[in-house]
């Protein structure tokens, strides 16, 4: 079936822009993750969502990151004034229901690389 | 909070030689150790995990093996091939009640298999 989808997959912008980034989950995923991977290193966890509902936002760096899943299927993540240092590869993941030791596997978007100018 | 270390960096092997990828993480609450392949423009792709109560499994030419005294978690490749070049993460992660198994990355491998 189809994987996690994510677009734009590219995204220039000018520094203090505000922009948008979509992921489209594997259907029937009730999880869903958004991961910062910065050039060469590994991603770095932002936020999660259970359906609609955001249980953990610890990761987003700044008040400038919004993010939300209003129906508990898409999810966009908003950068506001944009600066130099958000350039990176934003990452989406979803995963089925948690259940068992650990949890359920998460499968990864292929990203929106986001470049600041 | 949780902290994944990963060595080596970069690694070439032969092709038809084998490759080994080793991970440590420094809470032992963690139950749950993905290793995800990431190739050129992709995202992560799952190639096997392993769980806190198992201490190895296998699929195919792939084997994870888990030390959880030692905290740490290794990634074998046999009979490694040039398709198998890519950039290798460990993660690691806990179930946290009402807040999902966020997974801590390790700092990523670079394989290159030589033909």
């Known amino acids: 079936g189809a994987g996690v989808s994510q677009s734009p997959r590219y995204k220039v912008a000018k520094r203090g822009q505000d922009v948008a980034l979509r992921c489209d989950p594997i259907?029937?995923?009730?999880?869903l993750f958004w991961y910062q991977q910065a050039l060469g290193q590994g991603p770095e966890f932002l936020t999660y969502?259970?359906?609609?509902?955001?249980?953990?936002k610890s990761g987003l760096p700044s008040d400038r990151f919004f993010a939300e899943r209003p129906e508990g299927s898409v999810s966009t993540l908003k950068i506001q004034r944009t600066q130099q240092e958000d350039s990176a590869v934003y990452l989406c993941?979803?995963?089925?229901?948690?259940?068992?030791?650990?949890?359920?596997?998460?499968?990864f978007g292929d990203g929106t690389r986001l470049s600041i100018l | 909070g949780e902290n994944v270390e990963q060595h080596p960096s970069t690694l070439s092997v032969q092709e038809g030689d084998s490759a080994v990828i080793k991970c440590t993480y420094s809470?032992?609450?963690?139950?749950?150790f993905p290793w995800y392949k990431q190739e050129l423009g992709k995202g992560p792709q799952l190639i096997i995990d392993?769980?806190?109560?198992?201490g190895e499994k296998k699929d195919q030419r792939i084997a994870v093996t888990l030390n959880k005294t030692a905290k740490h978690f290794s990634l074998h490749i046999t009979e490694t091939q040039p398709e198998d070049s890519a950039v290798y993460f460990c993660a690691a992660s806990i179930r946290r009640d009402g807040a999902g198994n966020m997974l801590t990355f390790g700092g990523g491998t670079r394989l290159m298999v030589k033909p």
């Open positions: 809470d032992s609450a963690s139950n749950y």
């Open positions: 259907s029937g995923h009730v999880s």
């Open positions: 993941a979803s995963s089925l229901r948690w259940e068992g030791l650990g949890g359920q596997p998460q499968h």
């Open positions: 392993i769980r806190s109560n198992v």
């Open positions: 969502f259970q359906n609609e509902a955001q249980l953990d």
